[in-house]
């Protein structure tokens, strides 16, 4: 079936550190692959996507890469901020090539930045 | 441009009880989809809508339903509702590119 592990949280970090929160996948077929972030109280919004094999994904100092090699897509920031505190969710797709993209979502790693 | 917008926001019932949640895609979007979020976990998938048309349907009973009018908007009913059904209620339409994009959602309360 298709499902995604993800770290477990929390995750507490000083403002600056490195980040990295690990997920990996199993899928049937080649899936899509997506990093969402809800902040407290909203939905959630599209961080970041990968759609094959060593795609890297990338925004807001944020970057995933595809690895298929390993089913995994970690997600990674080089100096976090304090507003980057969220709860970041690793997701996946199988419907390729439609709108339709039902997706299958990892559990949460809520992440939290100290000044 | 509107993004998707849901109603109510927040939203207490009692058990027993029926809710009709609501949901208008981004302009444009034929596809809406249906996830709950429960406390602590990540969205699971209820329904999907393209077209007016049931595409997909999660693990849930038969006390969930929805549907899709023509002009794309959806609404999600939950009959007979239980405390376990209290959660954040979240649609989202879809795009291009196979993304999916995401409303605010409803807070549902069962008590």
């Known amino acids: 079936g298709n499902s995604v592990t993800q770290m477990e949280g929390p995750v507490t970090l000083s403002e600056e550190a490195f980040l990295t929160i690990n997920c990996t996948y199993t899928a049937t077929g080649y899936p899509s692959l997506f990093w969402y972030v809800q902040y407290p109280g909203e939905g959630l919004q599209l961080l970041l996507k990968?759609?094959?094999?060593?795609d890297k994904g990338s925004n807001k100092g944020f970057e995933a890469t595809y690895r298929k090699e390993t089913t995994s897509f970690h997600l990674e920031k080089g100096s976090v901020q304090v507003s980057d505190s969220a709860v970041y969710f690793c997701a996946l797709s199988v419907d390729r090539g439609s709108t339709l993209g039902r997706l299958y979502f990892g559990r949460g790693t809520q992440l939290t930045v100290w000044p | 441009d509107a993004g998707v917008t849901q109603s109510p926001t927040h939203l207490i019932k009692t058990r027993g009880q029926h809710v009709t949640l609501r949901c208008s895609p981004i302009?444009?979007?034929?596809?809406v989809s249906w996830y709950q979020q429960v406390l602590g976990q990540g969205p699971q998938f209820i329904f999907q809508?393209?077209?007016?048309?049931?595409?997909g349907r999660g693990n849930f009973p038969d006390r969930f339903s929805a549907r899709q009018f023509p002009n794309y908007s959806s609404e999600l009913n939950v009959n007979a509702l239980l405390l376990g059904d209290s959660a954040l209620y979240l649609c989202?339409?879809?795009?291009?590119?196979?993304?999916?994009?995401f409303g605010a959602g409803t807070r549902l309360s069962v008590l």
């Open positions: 989202a339409s879809g795009g291009r590119a196979n993304i999916q994009y």
């Open positions: 990968a759609t094959k094999a060593d």
């Open positions: 302009s444009g979007h034929k596809s």
């Open positions: 809508y393209y077209e007016k048309e049931e595409r």
